[in-house]
């Protein structure tokens, strides 16, 4: 697995301390705002400027992470065979997998798969269907790329309406890239981490907390506040019958943490309800401190950031967990077996 993030670095904003977010990068600039006033009232037809204007956009922020990624992997980007991207800011066909291919000059055969609307969520569901794609074809090679800009759902405030509130105050631009594949070459590959077992949960009865729906002044997203305390509820069974199903007994504090940061009140459910230690998430809570919750995106730059602990001694946990959450409501589970230990064992 080798890990890549990309940001679309157009302004600087500072929602506040209690978010837990000192900045974000995004490509809705005042110069882009000004030209398109409309984009502030979602009573408008502004869908098809915004999907032009996103469509070009969304896959040149992630030819940036993937060819950092490719570049770090170190093999040709013609020796990748699948691509599985991950956005909600699609509303094209060709779509952005197949300009990202064009862009990385991928082969005509490499088999794409563009995943749509899964929210926050969608960076797990990309990287377990690699994993499986990786897993079931021999020799295979994954990219998965995810890319978000919040110009899809921008709005002005409206009365009644937190959700634009809560939107405007999160939510930032980015792109990751990685590289999934079996059995790594010698020499060439240095795998980060080995996926060893993933799975998906759908909260039941929870369809209508976390809903998006693409509408004439574009994409309209709705967030419930019970959403923390929803996962809260739901994390720890989940985490149990994973392990169980793996035959591995853990103890959380013990383990390395991936969690994609949706909000400060997330991750501080998610520490409380497991009793994990203060630095357990630190990479999380550094990744939505520095970029907010770029969607599907994040989970990617929160393994970065681990990438980046394990390498200067910060976290030496031999397994670990990540988790992404999205409409549903859905949460994704994997257990991650680091790659020193691999070495080891």
């Known amino acids: 697995m080798h890990i890549c993030g990309e940001l679309l670095c157009k302004m600087f904003s500072c929602p506040g301390k209690n978010s837990g977010i000192e900045r974000r990068y995004v490509h809705l600039d005042e110069e882009l705002l000004g030209a398109h006033p409309d984009f502030s009232d979602r ?25 950092r990624a490719i570049a770090e992997w170190g093999r040709p980007a013609a020796d990748v065979t699948h691509l599985v991207f991950s956005t909600y800011s699609g509303g094209k066909a060709p779509s952005a997998d197949l300009r990202l291919a064009s862009l990385l000059g991928l082969r005509p055969t490499v088999s794409r798969t563009i995943l749509s609307l ?4 969608g960076g797990g569901r990309a990287l377990q269907l690699a994993k499986e794609l990786a897993e079931n074809n021999r020799g295979a090679r994954v990219l998965v790329a995810c890319s978000e800009l919040t110009l899809i759902g921008f709005y002005g405030p409206q009365e009644g309406r937190l959700d634009t509130i809560l939107g405007n105050g999160i939510f930032g631009d980015g792109a990751g890239a990685v590289i999934v594949g079996a059995d790594p070459v010698d020499c060439i590959e240095r795998p980060l981490f080995e996926m060893a077992f993933a799975t998906q949960t759908t909260i039941p009865e929870t369809e209508n907390e976390i809903t998006t729906r693409l509408m004439k002044g574009g994409l309209d997203f709705h967030v419930s506040i019970r959403v923390p305390k929803l996962l809260k509820s739901n994390i720890e069974r989940c985490l149990i019958d994973t392990f169980e199903s793996i035959g591995i007994s853990a103890e959380w504090n013990d383990l390395f943490w991936a969690i994609h940061p949706g909000g400060r009140a997330i991750l501080d459910h998610v520490e ?6 203060v630095e357990k998430l630190a990479a999380s809570r550094r990744v939505l401190r520095e970029y907010g919750n770029m969607s599907a995106a994040t989970v990617i730059f929160v393994l970065d950031e681990l990438r980046r602990r394990r390498a200067r001694g910060e976290e030496v946990a031999e397994w670990g967990v990540m988790m ?3 409409p549903g409501i859905t949460i994704e589970t994997m257990v991650l077996h680091a790659a020193g230990s691999l070495k080891e064992n």
């Open 272 to 277: 409380q309800l497991l009793g994990l230690g």
């Open 118 to 121: 899964n929210g926050c969520s």
């Open 43 to 67: 009573a408008l037809p502004t869908l098809d400027a915004r999907i032009d204007m996103a469509s070009a956009a969304v896959p040149e922020l992630a030819a940036s992470a993937a060819a």
């Open 324 to 326: 992404a959450f999205g």
